[in-house]
């Protein structure tokens, strides 16, 4: 079968028909819930959890990216020390289900936290830290921040290492210092490289916030488990949950393609 090609000979992307019927499936579900009583209720319940779960994935790949590039530029430094510590840890946390991850975070790194806190407090005369001082929203945010640190770290190690070694060699050759070099001709140019898989990343997170739910979170999934387990309305209620998750990741995943289609804007 002979694919159809642009003048340029490249060939022309698929008619979208996948799209037409995701589509069609979501303007079906919008109309039950507009006209549908149970399917309204569902919605106003569920709703209320979207908030949460844009905070929980902005907070934590914002915290992720920091993160994710001091532990890219500490696998390329010329230390051996910080070289292997960087790999020791992406490698481990990579290497863990993020749901077990969560787990471990919220009911034994946070303990232990703690207990070790305390141990500094109470010979000093001060009050003990408790575990139910530190919430578990935010045991679930560090969780994600230290699960997709270790992924985002190879992205950015991924992104430097692709930058034309001729172009650093030539900044210092003008006399610019490793500062200056990775912020003016390194990060600009890796920037390119990695905001596609950073992007997908950023989807990937919004899909594995629902996660916190295991701790009682009140993110959408558990508000709509919630609700399901006291209406037996199972269907009604994950049918709206998954809307709400596919209206943002497909979204998002669509302006990812097109931004790497057009590619960045170039500065003039």
Known sequence: MISRKNPSGTPRPDFPYWLLLAVGIAVFLLFRIATDDIYSQVMATVSRGVGLTVLVTLVAFLLASLLGLALALASLSGSLVLRQTARFYVEIVRGLPI???????????????????????????????????????????????????????EVFRAGIQAVDRGQIEAAEALGMNRWLRFR???????????????????????????????????????????????????FETYNVVALIYLMMTVTLSLALRRFERSGPPRSR
């Open 184 to 234: 003016l001709i390194v990060f600009p140019q890796a920037l390119k490289t990695i905001l596609p898989p950073l992007g997908n990343d950023f989807i990937a997170l919004i899909k594995d916030s629902s996660l916190v739910s295991v701790l009682g979170v009140a993110d959408i999934t558990q508000l709509g488990k919630i609700y399901a387990a006291g209406s037996f309305r199972y």
């Open 99 to 153: 749901i077990v991850l969560l787990l471990y975070i919220a009911f034994v790194a946070t303990p232990l936290l703690v207990a070790g806190v305390n141990a500094v407090l109470e010979p000093m005369g001060l009050d003990p830290v408790r575990s139910r001082d530190f919430p578990l929203l935010w045991r679930a945010v560090l969780a994600l921040t230290i699960g997709y640190s270790a992924f985002i770290a």
